[in-house]
Nanobody, 115 residues
């Protein structure tokens, strides 16, 4: 089993920044990918950013140029730097990881962008 623990959410004004962290622990033999999804009230969960084992990254069009995903392999941790935040970025952000070809989810962290 693998556990994912997120941190770093909170309330921020429009135009502000936040950094989310997701630390993986447990029986980790290989990491295929790690990334972030989000779910706003009344909407489906959607992918935000992914980083693959080789270092390639993918971003949702809505966050390109504003969000940056990165990782610390030694700590099995992935980060999401979110800049120029907008009210429409408000959502619960979930960490997702695929380890040895099995998917795992974190418990989610709330991000609220509001003045």
């Amino acid at each position: 089993q693998v556990q994912l623990v997120e941190s770093g959410g909170g309330l921020v004004q429009p135009g502000g920044s936040l950094r989310l962290s997701c630390a993986a622990s447990g029986r980790i033999f290989s990491i295929n990918r790690m990334g972030w999804y989000r779910q706003a009230p009344g909407k489906q969960r959607e992918p935000v950013a992914t980083i693959f084992s080789g270092g390639n990254t993918n971003y949702a069009d809505s966050v390109k140029g504003r969000f940056t995903i990165s990782r610390d392999n030694a700590k099995n941790t992935v980060y999401l730097q979110m800049n120029s935040l907008k009210p429409e970025d408000t959502a619960v952000y979930y960490c997702n990881g695929q380890f040895s070809w099995r998917d795992y989810w974190g418990q989610g962290t709330q991000v609220t962008v509001s003045s």
